[in-house]
C-alpha cells in the first residue's frame, strides 16, 4: 500500500496556495485487490441475475432488474453536459464483494481494509460520538455497520440498503423507485440494474436524530464500478442529518460510480443530507439524487465537489405539499482536467 500526502499550506500561506493544495489529491493510495483482480468485466443479463442470486433477493427485485437492464440498454447517452465517451462501459467491474459478511466491529475487518479505514478516521469519528451511526462501505458491499443502541430503541432503522430490503420488505417495496423511477434516466437505469450496498434509513414519528449518521464509500479495485442506493424515509415531525463521503485510488485507467438516492420527507419532517464528494480524478461520478416533500416538511442539501474525473449530480427536491420547502447549499472546486457539473433543482408539484 503506497500513499503520497503533501503537505498542508501553513497559516502564512497565499490564496494561490491553498489553492493548489486543495487540488493535492491525499488519498490515492490502494489496498491488495484479490477480489477485484477475479471480478468479470462487462454488463450482461448473467451479471444481473448473479448479483440477485448472490444477495438471495425476493423475485420482484430480480425482475426490477431485469427490466432497468432492459431500459438501460435502449436509452441513449446523455447528449449535453460533459464528455462521457471516455467511459468503457465494456471494462467495468460491476459488482465486487470484498468480504465474506459485514463485520461487526473494526478489528474484525481484514487488515488492509481496516488500515484504510483507519487512515480515512472514520473509526475514529465514531470512537468520539461525533455520529450516532457509521455504515462504511468498500467495494460493492458495505463491510461495516453500526448504530446507537438509543436510536434503535426508539425504533430508527439504520442498515444497508441490502439488509433493509430483507428485514424491512413491505417499507422497502413500497418506497424503493418511487422518488426516481427505474426509467428516469440511463445510469438510474443502470444503478437499479446493478444496485449494491448503500443505505436503508426510516426515522418514526416525532424521533430527532440530533447527531448524523455517516456512510463512508470507498472504491478500492481498478475499473470499479459502485451502484449503491440510498433510501431515506422520514416519518411525520421527524429529524435526522445523514452524512456522506468518499474516496477512491488513483489509477491509469477510469473508474464509475453511478449512485441513485431517494428520500421522501414526509409531514413537518426535516431532513439534511451532506455530501463530500473527493473521488480521485479517474473516478466518472454520475449520480441521481431526488427528495419529495409533503405538508410543511424541509430537505436539505449540502453538497461539496472537489474531486472526480467528471461529476454530474443535480440533487432535486419534489415540493409536493403546502409549505414545503427545499434548500440547496453546492460548491464544486475543479482542478485541472476536471469537469464539475453540479446545481440543483426544485420542482413546485
Known sequence: MTSTAPAAPGLGATQQEHLQALGNYKYGWHDTDAAGESAQRGLTEDVVRNISALKEEPEWMLNTRLKALKLYNRK??????????????????????????????????????????????????????????????????????????????????????????????????????????TGDNKFASLNTAVWSGGSFIYVPKGVHVSIPLQAYFRINTENMGQFERTLIIADEGSYVHYVEGCTAPIYSSDSLHSAVVEIIVKKNARVRYTTIQNWSTNVYNLVTKRATCDEGATMEWIDGNIGSKVTMKYPAVYLLGEHSRGETLSIAFAGEGQHQDAGSKMVHA
Do not use: C
Open 76 to 181: 441513449p447517452m446523455p447528449a449535453w453536459g460533459a464528455d462521457l465517451s471516455g467511459i468503457d462501459f465494456d471494462n467495468i467491474k460491476y459488482f465486487v464483494r470484498s468480504t465474506e459478511k459485514q463485520a461487526q466491529s473494526w478489528e474484525d475487518l481484514p487488515d488492509d481494509i481496516k488500515r484504510t479505514y483507519d487512515r480515512l478516521g472514520i473509526p475514529e469519528a465514531e470512537k468520539m460520538r461525533l455520529v450516532a451511526g457509521v455504515a462504511a462501505q468498500y467495494e460493492s458491499e458495505v463491510v461495516y455497520h453500526k448504530i446507537n443502541e438509543e436510536l434503535e430503541r426508539q425504533g430508527v432503522i439504520f442498515l444497508d440498503t441490502d439488509t433493509g430490503l430483507k428485514e424491512h420488505p413491505e417499507i422497502f417495496e413500497e418506497y424503493f423507485g418511487s422518488v426516481i423511477p
